[in-house]
């Protein structure tokens, strides 16, 4: 029964999840909600998980993690699509097709999450500090980056800019390493479980999403070919904050 709880079940809610919020989109005829849907969905399943099986002080501590990342997250892309046209990486999307692929991912990425409910009461607790202030690098990166972006695009001023300060001037993509970060520090939380580190599966799929196909490449070509994106590409990290170059 446990992989029921863990597994079978949060996967059946967050297909219902999907689909509810597909048939939203279709009515909004905005694709782009599908990224408010993201963060929401992971905190979904972590807490039916958590309630389906043993209670666990590490699982109720993972969780929180979740949900202060996923609840921020989902509530930021939210206010930013606030009068704003749709997403230029939704138009032209099959808008289930998009939900669908968006929760089989999610629910991959999610795995670490669910194999520490699967295997409650952690007993060890020796990578937490590690984890969690890891967790806690990533999440301040991600969030000050979202912050400096948005105050950026918010002043008028700035129409046809682009943002090079704050940690925009380390990395070209500070937010994405933000959320990867977050993602790797939850994965270490499971290594005191058996087979822990199979779960690997997850960061290694957000980070690959992120710097291969639906993140950073999307946006690079966005900008390609203008001028000053040229030259900040000269001087400023892809992804990981490193001094500016000469």
């Known amino acids: 029964m446990s992989w029921i709880n863990t597994y079978l079940i949060p996967l059946i809610a967050l297909l219902v999840y999907m689909l509810i919020n597909w048939l939203i989109a279709i009515r909004k005829r905005r ?3 599908a990224d408010v849907a993201w963060g929401l969905g992971f905190i979904l399943i972590a807490w039916l998980a958590f309630f389906l099986n043993t209670f666990s002080w590490y699982g109720l501590l ?3 993690l979740v949900t202060i990342w996923g609840a921020r997250l989902s509530f930021h892309i939210y206010l930013r699509n606030q009068n704003r046209e749709e997403d230029f990486r939704y138009k032209d999307q099959n808008p289930l097709k998009a939900f669908l692929v968006q929760g089989f991912f999610l629910y991959i990425i999610a795995l670490p999450v ?4 699967a295997n409650a009461p952690v007993q060890d607790w020796m990578w937490a500090p590690f984890a969690c202030s890891l967790w806690l690098y990533g999440f301040l ?3 000050r980056a979202d912050r400096e972006l948005a105050a950026f695009t918010k002043n008028l001023d700035n129409k046809d800019r682009l943002l090079q ?3 925009w001037k380390n990395s070209r993509h500070p937010n994405y390493f933000g959320e ?3 993602w790797w520090g939850i994965f270490i939380m499971t290594l005191p479980i058996p087979l822990g580190f199979i779960t690997i599966v997850g960061p290694m799929t957000i980070t690959l999403l992120i710097l291969f196909v639906s993140g950073v490449p999307m946006l690079e070509k966005k900008y390609e070919g203008r001028k000053d994106f040229e030259e900040y590409k000269k001087h400023t990290s892809i992804f990981i904050p490193l001094p500016v170059k000469d």
């Not at 669910?114 to 409910?117: E, F, P």
């Open 31 to 33: 694709v782009d909600s």
């Open 62 to 64: 993972v969780n929180g």
């Open 114 to 117: 669910l194999s520490i409910h």
């Open 141 to 143: 990166m991600e969030t």
């Open 165 to 167: 300060a704050g940690t």
């Open 180 to 182: 990867v970060t977050q």
